[in-house]
């Protein structure tokens, strides 16, 4: 039943994309000539996001009983966590074989790519899955390492996008010269090597695996599956969000201050706090604007880039937003600080609002150099990015699942209720990927992006007056 639901959900979901894939404007994306070096700078990524990812929840894990029962047995590692480990592998492989397929087909569709040629990506975008594979397990076994080598292989993956030369001597840069359309497809053989070597150091990592690394990943994993199935995706989050240690001999509080100045910087200091969380931000927020830039390009998929720009702009306001949601969790309590509920809240929105607009706005003139249409982006990321931390507070002022989702909705298509509570789980992520969207054709058609800011306004100011 569950593989039904799962191909029933999937299927309609890749026919969708391999039909965007094939239009003009999704031909004219792959084809571009930043194409190759797209791919190389977004496997390094993935490596990279595989070895911190590990360091979190690896992917040799199983429950916290087994994991204890087995870790402390006479088993190996590689013995006892070897099931987990080649399901979270063959996963992460059938989703990179699944974009190398999707690729492949669509250009060789259009005639731009032989057959061989697409072969030859997808056995690439199979390596590339197994290597992330064994990435994730570097993360888990030795998280020190990950810490210093994922910034590396990003920055790596930078320069090599940059300098041509280095594509024969990385392995993203093999990658990238398996692209159907590069000139050279010689690069299988080293990549295919690099994979046979990381999957013989298998076992020697997974018997790295400490007793102490292996329960806590595990209950904690536990932990934010149990907030996630109740639909209390914050508190999932916050499972994971890691204890500040670094700037805590800063002095948050200056009462000498006026007291706006005191509420920004208390946040500033508490995001650099959590440097890895702030740094992270400062990727997310600066990754949209680019993407939302970029959407202005006459031959881009404009609303796609603009909803993936939206998306990316809401998880990384997550670190600038703490003190919001600080406001919202004691706003029906008693005044803390002498002020009323909606002061603390505006002073709080202050540091969220001034780092957003100021990084939006710097990176958006950066690219708009590059690429023109500056007027336009630059006035569209600012309404993005307003809307988005509307986004942010209306999903702070959220609360617990309401008892009403819990009933059936029974229709011909069967029962949905599963579907509208899952809406509303995701509403902040839905509403600022449609934001983004309308950001993007408000100079053409300004009405959607009107509309999806009264209701983005309509929500906030129903969740405040009907806070608990």
């Known amino acids: 039943m569950t593989l039904m639901v799962a191909l029933v959900t999937i299927v309609p979901l890749v026919r969708a994309i391999s039909v965007n894939m094939t239009s003009t404007e999704g031909i004219a994306v792959l084809t571009a000539p930043a194409a190759q070096n797209v791919t190389m700078l977004a496997t390094a990524g993935i490596w990279a996001s595989s070895l911190l990812l590990g360091r979190v929840r690896g992917p040799a894990l199983r ?23 080649l399901t979270s592998g063959a996963t992460t492989a059938a989703l990179t074989t699944m974009v190398g397929v999707l690729i492949g087909a669509s250009l060789v569709s259009a005639g ?56 024969p001597f990385t392995p993203w840069g093999w990658v990238g010269l398996a692209y159907p359309l590069a000139t050279a497809t010689a690069s299988l053989a080293p990549l295919l090597a690099v994979t046979a070597v990381a999957v013989a150091a298998v076992p020697a990592l997974m018997n790295r695996l400490s007793l102490t690394l292996l329960t806590s990943q595990a209950a904690r994993w536990e932990t934010a599956t149990s907030y996630a199935t109740g639909m209390e995706l914050a508190a999932a989050a916050a499972v994971y969000q890691p204890a500040p240690r670094v700037g805590r001999h800063l002095r948050a509080v200056k009462p000498a201050l006026r007291r706006p100045l005191t509420f920004l910087l208390r946040d500033a200091v508490g995001a650099a706090r959590t440097p890895v969380r702030l740094a992270a931000a400062i990727f997310a927020l600066a990754a949209a604007a680019t993407l939302f830039t970029l959407s202005f390009v006459p031959e881009s998929p404009i609303w796609v880039l603009g909803a993936v720009a939206g998306v990316i702009l809401f998880a990384g306001l997550g670190p600038l937003t703490d003190g919001v949601r600080h406001a919202t969790s004691i706003a029906s309590d008693l005044p803390l600080y002498g002020i009323s509920d909606e002061r603390l809240l505006a002073h709080h929105t202050l ?5 957003t607009i100021t990084l939006l706005v710097a990176t958006t003139v950066i690219c708009s150099l590059l690429i023109g249409h500056a007027t336009p ?24 699942l309401p008892p009403a989702l819990l009933t059936p909705i029974p229709t011909p298509m069967g029962d949905l209720g599963a579907a509208a509570r899952l809406t509303w789980a995701l509403d902040g992520v839905l509403l600022t990927a449609l934001a983004g969207a309308s ?30």
């Open 63 to 85: 429950p916290p009983f087994l994991t204890y029962a087995l870790a402390t047995s006479n088993l190996s590692r590689a013995a006892s966590f070897r099931g987990p480990l």
């Open 112 to 167: 731009h790519s032989t057959l061989s040629d697409a072969l030859v990506f997808v056995l690439a975008s199979i390596s590339v899955g197994v290597i992330s594979t064994i990435a994730w397990l570097v993360g888990q076994a030795m998280p020190r390492t990950a810490t210093v080598l994922a910034p590396t292989v990003f920055a790596l993956g930078v320069v090599t996008t940059t300098v041509p030369a280095m594509q």
């Open 351 to 355: 540091f969220p609002v001034l780092a």
């Open 377 to 400: 982006a630059i006035l569209g990321s600012l309404a993005l990015g307003i809307l988005a931390i509307a986004a942010r507070i209306a999903n702070a002022l959220k609360g617990p």
């Open 439 to 468: 950001a993007v054709l408000a100079f053409q058609s300004p009405l959607l992006l009107v509309s999806v800011a009264a209701a983005l306004a309509a929500l906030t100011i129903r969740r405040w007056r009907h806070r608990v």
